[in-house]
Each structure stands twice: as structure tokens, then as C-alpha cells.
């Protein structure tokens, strides 16, 4: 079977996968997040933390909670890898250093899962599973939350109550994390993906020398990392090493993790406000943006650039030859537009406009369909601007899900569309702008350099974690830097969502006149998409014509 075939047929599958749960799952997720019932292991966790769990929170209270909760779990992250030597399973590897530190224990904990160090060589195994793996499973949570807390702010009225933050944290984890991360972990297991507590195995290579192949509780990780829109991995190579992803079906049903949450959710978003077609509205936009990147990247790496790739007939460079083009454009594709970070192929490795392409799709905000929980609110945001939009064209007050759109709304939505660009552009500016950090570019002089650059902060900004490897980013700078910037981009926008949510659930419901614009239909679809790739374009184009359009051009 040729790559092409082999890749429609495994797209083909993909969608008949997802599918196949979106109903269950959106559904399932719908009544877990609007049930009045606490099981009995919940009612314990909440005397433990010391909350009634029917305590209603305003939208600021919502987000001291969620602020405070990050903090706590930052610190305790970051004593841990400071602490590394003097805990059980260390595997002989000295503490980390304070700067790697920072950046690492932002990183899991802004959902990006930045990784400028190699996993196996820094991290004992306790650090990964009892650090690095519970973080992955607390800040995907994180963003479940804020999506419902701005659902609910559609849904209620005449009220200033988004729910309870502890409660949401609490079911997201127990009910819908981690079952579906236990089965999943063990259908990992049984496609070949290690899962033990070995220091490593001597074997000797090829050429007769000593190796050591490192082992761990990878599966346990690994589950999570693409289940939560992580993204980082135990080894190095992350989705590429063989023990993280052992053959193409592990690879599909890595990619399946990835979507499956960000996908259902928007049928739980249709089943909380009592309208199923606006979340398939949502869904459509999500699915034509992923489809459109997916296809574009494949046809940049598939025809290949220059005369070394045409000459061997693919731009296999920095690609397993375990996967082909296909499946690794579309594991691209999918990790740059769910915010994972994970990788099952060196993106500085593919073609200018294949490598520009996954660049783009991060700059979209990634909400197609975005990490667990914020894909849904990003888009959401977009909508509310999109009927912003639309109300301007025909001169009336803009509604949307019945609620009015006036001046404090737009000015959230603003505020929240221009942060991540602009901690971005600045990052990436000061940057290019310093000789210490302009030190750390390996291609210097290029525009490949600059695109390495840019493609870091574009990663940090919106909590991916994929990189360009031409870049040291294991420096003050950087490990500063870029921790801020993820810091920044994740709890800035969290808290303008949630004062945007209050904001809807203070108004009383408008009623749906001839004048409403109709946001379940195909119109206000192709609305917006053109807004979601309008607003990118004109925020990045400058700086993407200093770097992959003028190394692809």
C-alpha cells in the first residue's frame, strides 16, 4: 500500500473513531459537569481540602482558585526536581538546576510541557511519574474547567455563580481523566509502549559497544501527556522513540488521545446551553481549520523542496521511517492544533512551508480543536467576536446564545485576543534583540533562525511545547523567559474568560427575534473561520515573512 492510501485510510478511520464517541463522551461529560450527586470518593477529597462542594463561586473567586491552586502545584513541582537526589528512584542523577527547574515546573504546570532538557538523563523516575505525570493530569483539568465555567456563564442568568472550582477540578480528574487514562494506558502497554521501573538495560550495539536503553513507567505518562494536551514526553525523542510509540497503530491511537476530549466537548457545550447545533457549529469550524492545515502540511512535505529531497523521492528527514510523510503530518497537525507539543518527527527537519505550516496553526490560538478545555473557550471567545462582527455589518446590538454583546464583553474579548500575540512578538523581539540570546540560535543569520526563535515563543505562548531543534534553549534567558511568557499566556487569558463568563451569566436572556443571527448555521461557520484566520494573518504575517515564508519563497 503507497504512503498516500495508507494515510487517507488512516485519517479515514481517525474520524470514524472520533465519531463513534462523540456522542457518548460529549454526553457523558455533560451530566458529570451538571449532576447535583458527589460520589463518596469526592466527598472525602473536598473534607479534605476543607470545601462544600454546593458552594457556588463568582467568576473572581473562580479564578483566585484557580490562580492559588497553580502556585501551590508550581512550588511543589519545582521543590521536587530541586529535591531529585535525596528521593527514592533518583537513578543516581543529581538535583536540577534552579533555572531548568522554573522553566520545567511552568511549563507542566501552564499545560505546555516545554522541554529543553533530555528526559532520561535529568529526571528519576519518581520526578516523572509523581511530578511531571500527576501535573499533566491537574493542569489538563485546569482548562476542562474553565470551559465549563463559561458555559455555565451562557447558560445561567440574573446570577453572578460560575460553579465551584474544587467541585469541577475534582470530577474532571476522578471521572473523566483518569478511567479513560487507565484503560488507555493499558492499551498502550499492549501495543508495545514500556511500562516498569528499570534504571536501563546494558545491551551491546551494532558495533559492539555498551548501550544503556532506559526504562520507566512510560505508558502511565504517556497516556496522559496526549489524553491532556501535554506533550512532554519520558525520552528525548518524544512520540518518535520507539518505547513511547512502538508502530503506526500505537501512532493513530496517539493521535486519536489527542482529539478525543477537545472534540466532545463541544457536544457538551451543545447539551449545557440546551442547543446541540451550536456545538456542532463549533465543531464544524474546529474540523474544517484541522482539515485544511492537515492537507497543507502533507502536500508541502509529500512534493518535498529543493533538489535533495526530489532527488530521493520524499522529505524523509528528521521523519521515522516506522510512520512516512502521512502519518507524521498528521500527528503534526494534530499536536499544533490541540496544543500537545508532542512529536513523532523533528519539525525543524521538515520543509520550509511544511515546518511554517505547523507554525500558523499554533499562531491560531490553537483551537482547532485546541488543548483540553481551552480549544473550546478560545473558540468560544472567537465566536462572541465573529457576532461582534456580524452585529457591526447590519447595524444592530449583537447577541450571542441570547446573551448581548456590549462594550464590557468586546473589551475582554480584545484584551484576550491581543495578550498571547503580543507576550509572543515581544518575547521573540527581545530575543533577536540580545546577543546572549541570539548566542543560542545554531542556524545564525538565516531566516531559519529567526523561525526557530519565533516557532519557541509561538510554542510557549500557546501552551504547545513542540520546538524547532536548532534552538538551545537551556539557558538563563530562555529558561526564563519562555517560562514567563507560558505563565503569562495561560493564566492571563484564564482569568478574562472567566470575567467574560460572569459577565453573560449577570444579563438576563435576550428573546430571539427575526434579527438574531442564526450561529448554527453554515453562514456564521464560514464567518468564523475567516475570523479565526483573518485575526492570525494579520497579527503574525510580518513576522512570518521574516522566517518560513522567506526560507520557503
Do not use: C
Amino acid at each position: 500500500m503507497s504512503d498516500t492510501a495508507a494515510g487517507l485510510l488512516q485519517i479515514g478511520l481517525l474520524v470514524a473513531l472520533l465519531a463513534a464517541v462523540y456522542r457518548p463522551l460529549g454526553g457523558y461529560m455533560a451530566r458529570v459537569y451538571t449532576s447535583e450527586k458527589d460520589s463518596r470518593v469526592e466527598r472525602g477529597t473536598y473534607r479534605l481540602l476543607g470545601v462544600d462542594s454546593k458552594a457556588d463561586q463568582t467568576w473572581a473567586v473562580y479564578a483566585r482558585s484557580i490562580i492559588a491552586f497553580s502556585a501551590i502545584s508550581m512550588i511543589l513541582l519545582y521543590l521536587i526536581q530541586r529535591l531529585q537526589s535525596h528521593l527514592p528512584l533518583s537513578l543516581g542523577l543529581p538535583n536540577v538546576e534552579q533555572g531548568l527547574a522554573f522553566n520545567t515546573a511552568a511549563s507542566f504546570v501552564a499545560n505546555t510541557n516545554w522541554q529543553s532538557y533530555s528526559p532520561e538523563v535529568t529526571m528519576g523516575h519518581l520526578v516523572q511519574f509523581a511530578g511531571l505525570a500527576v501535573q499533566n493530569f491537574l493542569s489538563a483539568a485546569v482548562g476542562i474547567t474553565v470551559a465549563v465555567a463559561l458555559i455555565r456563564g451562557f447558560s445561567r442568568s440574573r446570577t453572578e455563580r460560575l460553579g465551584n472550582f474544587w467541585v469541577d477540578l475534582t470530577r474532571t480528574v476522578i471521572r473523566v481523566l483518569l478511567p479513560i487514562a487507565v484503560l488507555g494506558g493499558l492499551v498502550l502497554v499492549a501495543m508495545g509502549v514500556v511500562q516498569n521501573l528499570s534504571g536501563g538495560h546494558e545491551v551491546a550495539s551494532v558495533v559492539g559497544q555498551s548501550q544503556t536503553l532506559p526504562g520507566g513507567p512510560v505508558a502511565s505518562q504517556e497516556i496522559i501527556k496526549e489524553l491532556g494536551n501535554n506533550g512532554g514526553g519520558f525520552y528525548n525523542a518524544n512520540s518518535g522513540h520507539p518505547f513511547e510509540n512502538p508502530n503506526g497503530l500505537s501512532n493513530l491511537f496517539e493521535i486519536f488521545l489527542m482529539l478525543v476530549i477537545p472534540v466532545a466537548l463541544t457536544r457538551t457545550f451543545g447539551l449545557m446551553v440546551k442547543d446541540k447545533r451550536q456545538g456542532y457549529a463549533i465543531l464544524g469550524v474546529m474540523a474544517t481549520l484541522w482539515t485544511a492545515f492537515t492537507f497543507a502540511a502533507t502536500i508541502f512535505e509529500v512534493n518535498g523542496a529543493g533538489t535533495a529531497t526530489r532527488a530521493a523521492g520524499a522529505a524523509m528527514e528528521g521523519k521515522e521511517t516506522r510512520f512516512g510523510e502521512w502519518a507524521s503530518t498528521l500527528f503534526t497537525s494534530t499536536t499544533t492544533g490541540t496544543s500537545t507539543g508532542a512529536v513523532n518527527a523533528a519539525h525543524d527537519s521538515y520543509t520550509p512551508l511544511g515546518g511554517g505550516t505547523a507554525l500558523f496553526h499554533m499562531m491560531l490560538g490553537e483551537v482547532t480543536p485546541g488543548g483540553v478545555g481551552a480549544g473550546l473557550y478560545g473558540m468560544l471567545v472567537l465566536a462572541v467576536l465573529a457576532v461582534f462582527v456580524a452585529g457591526l455589518m447590519v447595524g444592530r446590538t449583537p447577541e450571542y446564545l441570547r446573551k448581548k454583546i456590549t462594550a464590557r464583553e468586546m473589551k475582554l474579548v480584545s484584551l484576550y485576543i491581543l495578550t498571547t500575540p503580543s507576550l509572543i512578538l515581544i518575547g521573540s523581539a527581545v530575543a533577536m534583540g540580545l546577543e546572549t540570546a541570539r548566542a543560542s540560535i545554531f542556524n545564525t543569520g538565516s531566516p531559519h533562525g529567526f523561525s526557530e526563535v519565533l516557532y519557541a515563543f509561538t510554542s510557549a505562548g500557546n501552551n504547545n511545547g513542540s520546538a524547532f531543534g536548532g534552538l538551545s534553549a537551556n539557558v538563563p534567558f530562555y529558561n526564563t523567559a519562555l517560562g514567563l511568557v507560558m505563565l503569562l499566556s495561560r493564566f492571563l487569558p484564564i482569568v478574562l474568560v472567566l470575567a467574560l463568563a460572569g459577565s453573560f451569566a449577570r444579563q438576563q436572556p435576550v428573546p430571539v427575534n427575526e434579527g438574531t443571527l442564526p450561529t448554527h448555521k453554515a453562514l456564521f461557520v464560514t464567518m468564523l473561520v475567516g475570523v479565526v484566520v483573518i485575526v492570525t494573518g494579520l497579527t503574525y504575517f510580518p513576522a512570518l515573512t521574516l522566517g518560513p515564508l522567506a526560507e520557503g519563497l
